[in-house]
């Protein structure tokens, strides 16, 4: 923008000082010189075409010579100086400088804890819904100016502060804000596993403190990123195994771990997998997890080796079911088998493999691998058994351990329990608790429990069966379960009895239900109804409490 500025700061000079300088006459015939104001008044009305006239008094022919050649210059370097302008507004470059300078400005001001989620996709367009009901504001990143469009175009709400930008360079991730205190998180799930672990790996340089949470579908590269001290790792193959193992040989388990991803404390129809023989078509590192699974739960499998991409190649077409696919599922034992999963990339070959197999065999349960949320609705109109979605599989876990970390502690806890332990806590919140719990977190604090932090300060004893009771009759235990709790120490108590001690500080991981949870956290920050909780009786406040103490 300096050279069209300068043009019409030079044009506007010369036309200023000829008017000045040239002599002109006055209205009694006298000679005068323009002074400087009057010049300047003119020019600026002449040069933007607009025309007033002869001002102070009528030209000579002098003036109206000099006037004649400014109106050349001034009116075309104006017109320069304008379109040039224009070009620059509409030019990309000086767009992404103006958005740039917004971004680092927004990040500079934001004082709220928040996280930098790195692209944005299916996934992290879920994750970013589900996190903007919690209490921290969201950054993201992405190098592709049209999905950058696509998110500002969602209206998320609180404002989500997006940038197009490569998170491969340390000055976009510094821009970002990753050096800030109130930086919880930084969340990278691309599908290039190298990509992840490079930008981890320069997060963790750029700030030590920082959570990673990072996506990886290899053993390798899971273990790589363990050596750099990364403690969340999201392998969605690995989840799926866990999950599909538990479903099979601990149902409990399975069902107390799904009740954190909103599942009702019974089993629905299909729940349950059945025992015997499985097929596995694709051997990709999905079916390579699940095989690890079907071992370890002594059930006999065998595999399809399919490649959705050889297949689309070889036949022109993603639909599974001609003479040659039939006779490969017979080899397989389709006939007396008690499940298929279809697990390669493709979601239209998957579906179609588990439509071919039903016609086969049609009491086989059908498990199909569903890649992208945007065939949910077909898949759902197939009535397949299951589905497991990696998308929602992937934003549920990262959701839990931003917005909800204590869950994600006890579902590694719960991984490494017994079917018996399953089955008796199972039991101990359908019954105190209710078959549809909700579950939340709550720290000591003085913000988030008012009452009770100053009670505990005040240097007050009180226990977990002290705060655990109806709100509306102290007599009755409140419809909740405790599932953990975490100290100041970062030491955790896993399901702890009734006589733990409440401390400052302290976090809790509570199964409720909606009622239980909101007269808890009423009884929590009201010191009244807090006093009647532990008393039995109501505190006197104000002039109530002078007379009743008279």
Known sequence: MRTPLIVIIVTF?????????????????????????????????????????????????????????????????????????????????????IALARFQKRIQELKEPFIIILGYNYVTKELIRKLSFSDKRIVVIDKDQDKIDQLELENFMPEVYSIAADVERPEVLKLAGIKKRNCKALVTLFNNDFKNTKVALLSRLLNERINLIVKSTTKAQTEHLQNLGIKNIIDP?????????LAIHSPSLWLLKMMLFEHELY??????????????????RMGKALEYSLKKANL??????????NFKDKKNSA????????????????????????????????????????NLNPDIYTIGRENTLDDLTIF??????????????ISDYVHKIVALPLSARFLEFLHKQD????????????????????????????????????????????????????????????????????NRKEQITYLPDDDYCVKVSDSFLIAATEESKEDFITILNNANELNYILTGKDLRFGLLKRILDE
């Open 13 to 97: 000079t010369i036309s200023i000082i000829g008017m000045v300088l040239i002599p002109g006459v006055d209205g009694n015939g006298k000679p005068y010189h323009m002074n400087f104001f009057d010049a300047v008044y003119f020019v600026t009305f002449m040069a933007s075409t607009i025309g007033f006239g002869e001002v102070p008094y009528e030209f000579t022919y002098a003036q109206r010579f000099w006037v004649l050649f400014s109106i050349y210059i001034s009116v075309i370097g104006w017109f320069y100086a304008i379109g040039t302008i224009v070009s620059l507004i509409q030019d990309k470059k000086l767009a992404a400088e």
């Open 237 to 245: 193959f690995k989840i799926i195994a866990n999950r599909f193992y």
């Open 267 to 284: 089993f629905k129809d299909k729940d349950r997998l059945p025992n015997g023989k499985y097929i596995v078509c694709g051997y990709g």
């Open 300 to 309: 006999p499998c065998s595999f399809i080796d399919l490649k959705s991409a």
């Open 319 to 358: 639909i599974f079911g001609d003479a040659e696919d039939i006779e490969l599922l017979k080899k397989a034992g389709i006939e007396d088998a008690r499940a298929i999963v279809a697990a390669t990339k493709d979601d239209l070959i998957n579906l179609t493999i588990l439509l071919t197999a039903k």
């Open 380 to 393: 759902q109109s197939a009535k397949i058994d299951r589905v497991y979605m990696l998308e929602d599989i």
């Open 419 to 486: 079917e018996q332990w399953g089955i008796k806590v199972l039991d101990d919140i359908r019954h105190n608790v209710t078959y549809n719990p909700i579950y939340f977190e709550i720290k000591i604090s003085r913000n988030q429990t008012f009452a009770i932090y100053h009670y505990l300060k005040d240097g007050y004893e009180i226990r977990l069966k002290d705060i655990l009771k109806s709100l509306h009759n102290r007599e009755k235990r409140a419809k909740m379960k405790v599932l953990l709790v975490k």
